[in-house]
């Protein structure tokens, strides 16, 4: 199914399609960009497309043609959410070595990502996953495909680690597990003033990368 | 300043008083439980009045006269949440020796909590203090409030093994701190299919009972 943006452009001249085209894509990613932020906040509950067309200073029409459904907005409020995590975590750490230098990486970004922070409420998918654990559907979906790749780059960096000898053996699912959970709960306790929360995660991932003897 | 349903009663006999007073007082309570559940579910901020009043089958002006405000009506949700809670988990354990017995005992009873669960959404604050986080107010107070009071139970009970040389010295606040944020994530895991997430939990609870030496 084409995009609205380019059935709307159908009728016209080529030139003008494709600017119309580039036009109203850039309008979604801003619209999409601004979401993720509100929901970092508020939820993703909180959307709605007369709101964001409102704070946005565009017509509610013009909003409701770009994504159709309130779902199909939340949808797209995750994906640029991602996209914006991928640059500012994942990225720049793939250029450290792989293993406990990467994993360092990732979670020093991941720090810097909600103590910045990159979002207005801090970590989207903290402020999200919960909503939607018990909402089976696109959004949730959305949500858990995230979460899983980050708990897959964490494991897969341990792997990386136990594998070259680099640290000592140990249960990558549950280490992951356990770095995951304490980084998700220092994005809370950070918002709720305990400022000693990043240093606490520090010391847990510390705590995973003793060398191998 | 006295309750609405004090007040509503203040004109009539005092057997009538009475009477009203504890159907007040236990209509309050009925619809700051059934609060609670849909909270859990759909967070705070997707409570209201009307919709609860609807749900129930009592009035929206009946409603309205026993919390006023939508702030009165989240608190009063966050107070029979604890409430429901400190039954289901801390005063069940309460009868098992300090330290290790009663940090295994609040920990399986925390499990159970959100196995059965309490709340159809699972853990209530897990649920809402990632919505709240950003939100100064009485209603963050409340899940705040709550929350350092688990993190305490907790902290304390880890000391206790500690001093009474149950399990080796460690650093309680961080341990405690982990243990918090493993049974969260055990939550959300949970509700999302991971069947192994309350184990993964309680590997890490146990890693911290180390006999001493």
Not at 124 to 139: C, E, M, Y
Request: glycine share 10%; charged share 25%; net charge negative.
């Amino acid at each position: 199914m084409s995009e609205p943006a380019e059935r709307l452009g159908a009728d016209v001249g080529a030139g003008t399609t494709d600017r119309r085209l580039l036009r109203g894509a850039q309008t979604r990613q801003t619209i999409a960009r601004y979401a993720a932020d509100v929901a970092s906040l508020e939820g993703l509950n909180g959307l709605s497309i007369g709101r964001l067309a409102t704070d946005l200073g565009l017509s509610k029409s013009g909003v409701q043609t770009l994504f159709g459904t309130k779902e199909r907005l939340q949808v797209a409020a995750v994906e640029s959410a991602r996209a914006a995590f991928l640059d500012a975590v994942v990225h720049p750490a793939s250029s450290a070595p792989r293993g406990v230098a990467r994993l360092r990486a990732l979670t020093e970004r991941w720090i810097a990502y909600v103590e910045a922070p990159l979002f207005p409420g801090g970590c989207f998918w903290t402020a999200n996953l919960a909503d939607f654990d018990s909402r089976p559907g696109k959004v949730r979906d959305a949500l858990v495909g995230h979460h899983r790749d980050w708990l897959g780059a964490i494991t897969g960096e341990l792997q990386e680690a136990v594998h070259t000898g680099e640290i000592a053996d140990l249960d990558v699912d549950l280490a992951a597990f356990q770095i995951d959970a304490v980084l998700t709960a220092a994005n809370i306790a950070l918002r709720l003033g305990d400022n000693d929360a990043a240093d606490k995660a520090r010391r847990v991932v510390d705590g995973f990368l003793t060398p191998a003897r």
